[in-house]
């Protein structure tokens, strides 16, 4: 009777940190699913599956929303022997992939925790490797269950999770992310936080040494600080190379670089006192007529107020230094397709800086008129 309580707390415990794992994991994908949507493009790249990149959105969505919505189903114990069978699954899949990503098919971060937790590939390996324990146990401690016995209240609360799921992700999409965990936040000052990371410390360095093994051929990794591989009848030199604990953290900000035909207009741009409309744009050949008809109203207004607006795309701007937007010519600057992506989750939208302070970011459909 004892060792059945023991096994019940222990699989309660499991369940709950497995299910709690999933909701965050989840939930900061979901909030942000044009990041996840890049993650899955990387990954769709390096296994050679490009023809689906088309499909790296939608995925993306449903794929964080199942997760979130299976991490709600292990916490409220809903139809828990099928979702137990799900969580396994997963559990073993994603540990595959993380060796995989950590090894042969190495990438810099595996995006599991969106934007909000950067680990690296080993890092999410291991984590993966101390969670599969716990599907086990979810999974033996009910397997006697029915898997598709299903109860009325269960049905409600499983229609319930998708929609509020996939309902999150969709917004999200068509919006911006509910929580901005990226280095463009509301509230941040471009200017200085780039000051900040370009004065903070350089990575120390570690040297490796390589050498094999004269008796059976393998290879082993040395630090200078390790005189084994002073031996030279067993150890045979093969390579030198320097490597530190890579910080997946730090933030893209310092990247920001803003230039047309005239040069280089970043400094003029963060630094400008009073209110700044930063029109990010992907295409300027190819802006949606209501996102077109927002910015021409927004442009209106800010020059009757006296603002400055300009206009940043990595759309080529062939030695152009205006765009119209209406009867107005707004000054258009090339930045990174990359840092766009950081700065603005969506196609085209809208950033507002007072005195280099980002105080407001827009999807283009939600600029206000």
Known sequence: MRKKRIIKLLAHFCRTVLAVTFIVSGFTKT?????????????????????????????????????????????????????????????????????????????????????????????????????????????????????????????????????????????????LPLVDFLPYKVGVNIHEAMIEQDNAPDEELETILIYRNRRNGRLREFSLEDTEWQNDEKWEWVDTRTASEPNVVRALISEFAAHNAEGDATEALLTHEGRLYMLCVKDLSEIPQPCKERMKALVEQAQAAGDWVVCLTPDPLYGALTHPFGAVEVPCYNVDASTMKTMLRATNGLIILDDGVITAKYNCLDIPL
């Open 31 to 175: 909030v942000d699913p044009w990041g996840t949507a890049l993650k899955v493009s990387e990954y769709l790249t390096i296994y050679g599956w490009d023809s689906l990149q088309e499909f790296a959105m939608p995925f993306s969505i449903w794929l964080c929303g199942a997760e979130l919505m299976m991490g709600s189903m292990l916490l409220f114990k809903v139809r828990i022997r099928m979702v137990s069978i799900f969580a396994l699954l997963s559990m073993i899949f994603f540990t595959v992939i993380t060796f995989l990503s950590a090894t042969v098919l190495p990438v810099e971060d595996c995006g599991c925790f969106g934007e909000a937790l950067k680990l690296t590939p080993w890092q999410t390996f291991f984590k993966n490797l101390l969670s599969l324990p716990l599907a086990v146990m979810v999974w033996w401690r009910y397997r006697p269950d029915r898997i598709f016995a299903f109860k009325r209240l269960e049905l409600l609360l499983m229609a319930l999770f998708f929609t509020c799921a996939m309902w999150l992700g969709v917004y999200c999409y068509r919006h």
